[in-house]
């Protein structure tokens, strides 16, 4: 079974920067296409980005294209997201999901999710 958790989240004011950590256990990690997504208070979850199982494809939302950055380090099972020029209204709980399969840019149906980290960005 896959274990998704993960890391990096807390507090910072707008303009700051913080990279989360999504650590991958229980298959091989390097077969799974790998998503975050964001959910802010009252509002749906939103996709903000996606990379493929090489990590040589990335999908970014426009809402966050420009300032974020998806990779994914395979040997050590683990896919990042690092996140510059922090805006209030990126304030949400960010997950991070997997999905084998082929990879689809803005795919938003995932296997496996994990719980989600707080980011609070204040103006």
């Known amino acids: 079974q896959v274990q998704l958790v993960e890391s990096g989240g807390g507090s910072v004011q707008a303009g700051g920067s913080l990279r989360l950590s999504c650590a991958f256990s229980g298959r091989t990690f390097s077969n799974y296409n790998m998503g975050w997504f964001r959910q802010a208070p009252g509002k749906e979850r939103e996709l903000a980005g996606t990379?493929?199982?090489?990590?040589?494809?990335?999908y970014y939302a426009n809402s966050v294209k420009g300032r974020f950055t998806i990779s994914r380090d395979n040997a050590k099972n683990t896919v990042y997201l690092q996140m510059n020029s922090l805006k209030p209204e990126d304030t949400a709980v960010y997950y991070c999901a997997a999905k084998s399969g082929p990879y689809v840019f803005n795919e938003r149906t995932y296997d496996y999710w994990g719980r989600g980290t707080q980011v609070t960005v204040s103006s």
């Open positions: 990379i493929s199982t090489s990590g040589g494809l990335t």
